[in-house]
């Protein structure tokens, strides 16, 4: 016969089993090493954490990659907020680390890089950016993958200036931008290599809002709180169906998205531009 204490100590054992069950995915987000991730209560808020100004290396990529499906998985998380660290959303692409690739490895980034890209931009719940400052080229790609962006007004830039740095625009990147800001002002932006100020970016509808830096992460979640208001079987299934052409050109990537990119980035002249980068980054 089981005692009234050994009930006891099932239900506590049980608890515990129950908790880490619910608990097992935050305890494997909370390890991540380029992103801080904060639990509220019906969301969570990601800060890019890597360095000071977040450039987006390898390890960053996968982590931003697991870091959607883990919330996309764990029913007690209903939204994300992904923001950077002040004056720094991220700086796009770790050129330092990039340019010591070798053919296989850089392959193997821009195929990383595109499945990131999807998995946020699939993301079915509710996904803010708060963008805490300076947005260029691969950080501005991660923004477009959320619904909503707040960027902090100030002396800060934000788009896609691939061209001048002699890196090709993959199409599925050019259709990411462009459904966000029509193909006019897409293909505009990114044959002149042109970085928008926050309020051009506003202008433009690359951003939704534009606020001071103090009050950006309070604001987006505000914005948050009005998406979780909805029924979220309604609103998560509305937008996939919005986005559903745009998924269908994110998700068909393979290594030929990539031929002109990959060809072109080993050529003199373009490991000429990313070498006279590289040593000002070290003025």
Known sequence: MIRSSQFKLLGILLKIVLSFIKNHKRIKAEFMQTITITYKDKYAIAHLNRGKANPMNRQMIHELTELSHIVANNHEVKGLIISGKEHYFSAGLDLVELYQYNEQEMESFWIDFSQMTFALASFAKPLICAISGHSPAGGCILSLCGDYRLMASGNYKIGLNEVPVGIIVPTHIFALYAYWIGSRNAYQNLMEGRLLTPEEALEMKLVDETVPMADLLSRAELKMNQYLSFDPITWQITK???????????????VDAFKDTLRHWWSPEVRNILQTILNSLKK
């Open 240 to 254: 996939l169906n919005l986005r559903r052409d745009l998924l269908k050109e994110l998700n068909l990537v393979s």
